[in-house]
Nanobody, 127 residues
Framework: QLQLVESGGGLVQPGESLRLTCAVL????????FGWFRRAPGKQREGIAA?????????YYVDAVKGRFVISKDKDKNMVYLEMNSLQPEDPAVYYC???????????????????WGQGTQVTVSS
């Protein structure tokens, strides 16, 4: 059975970094696109980064995290990562890993298509 298990959240100060890990259980990365989403208190869940199923792992970021966050994957370890740098007071949220079966080449950018979810990991940014 397909499972996504996030870890790596925690409390950091503004400007610091965190790396989130998504362990992918029950299936390989080959046929799935992956995304990272977040839900801040009082706000809707939003997609922030995605990586395609291709070996090249084409990536996509929303403007709010572009240049600060990096999504990557390791097929040997069956892991997906989100490296978060220069964390800001607007970044605290529960962060979720998500997956969708890959289809058209551009689908990985469509956050509305993701239909498999992890349980989330909390990220807090506070001085």
């Amino acid at each position: 059975q397909l499972q996504l298990v996030e870890s790596g959240g925690g409390l950091v100060q503004p400007g610091e970094s965190l790396r989130l890990t998504c362990a992918v259980l029950g299936f390989t990365l080959d046929y799935y696109d992956f995304g990272w989403f977040r839900r801040a208190p009082g706000k809707q869940r939003e997609g922030i980064a995605a990586i395609s199923s291709s070996d090249a792992g084409t990536t996509y970021y929303v403007d709010a995290v572009k240049g600060r966050f990096v999504i990557s994957k390791d097929k040997d370890k069956n892991m997906v990562y989100l490296e978060m740098n220069s964390l800001q007071p607007e970044d605290p949220a529960v962060y979720y890993c998500a997956a969708q079966m890959s289809g058209s080449s551009g689908w990985f950018r469509d956050f509305g298509l993701y239909d498999r979810w992890g349980q989330g990991t909390q990220v807090t940014v506070s001085s």
